[in-house]
């Protein structure tokens, strides 16, 4: 059984950094090609954020999150990264890896792309 699990969320102050990680389970992320992550605010819509394909390369929804975010990955760990830098109010939400064995090319921002989710974890950012 395949299990993502979030951690590295909390509460920080408005300029502050967080570290988000996605431990995998039960199957080597190795031989998962795309990994991304997405966050949901309250009454909002779940929102992507970036995403990483089997060629390595990278992703962001905005030029903002592409400025402040990196996501990576650690194949060896089996982990996924979320680097967070100068964190604002907006981005408060909470935040989701995810996983998909195929290269989705054409629709990683896509939430319904993933087949693998982890549970989710609260960024909080206080002004």
């Known amino acids: 059984q395949v299990q993502l699990e979030e951690s590295g969320g909390g509460l920080v102050q408005v300029g502050g950094s967080l570290r988000l990680s996605c431990g995998v389970s039960?199957?080597?992320?190795?031989?998962?090609?795309?990994v991304g992550w997405f966050r949901q605010a309250p009454g909002k819509e779940r929102e992507f954020v970036a995403a990483m394909r089997g060629t390595g390369s990278t992703t962001y929804n905005t030029d903002s999150m592409k400025d402040r975010f990196t996501i990576s990955r650690d194949d060896a760990k089996n982990t996924i990264y979320l680097e967070m830098n100068s964190l604002a109010p907006r981005d408060t939400a909470v935040y989701y890896c995810a996983a998909a064995h195929l290269d989705l090319q054409r629709s990683y921002r896509s939430p319904n792309a993933y087949g693998y989710w982890g549970q989710g974890t609260q960024v909080t950012v206080s002004s």
């Open positions: 039960g199957r080597a992320l190795s031989r998962f090609t795309t």
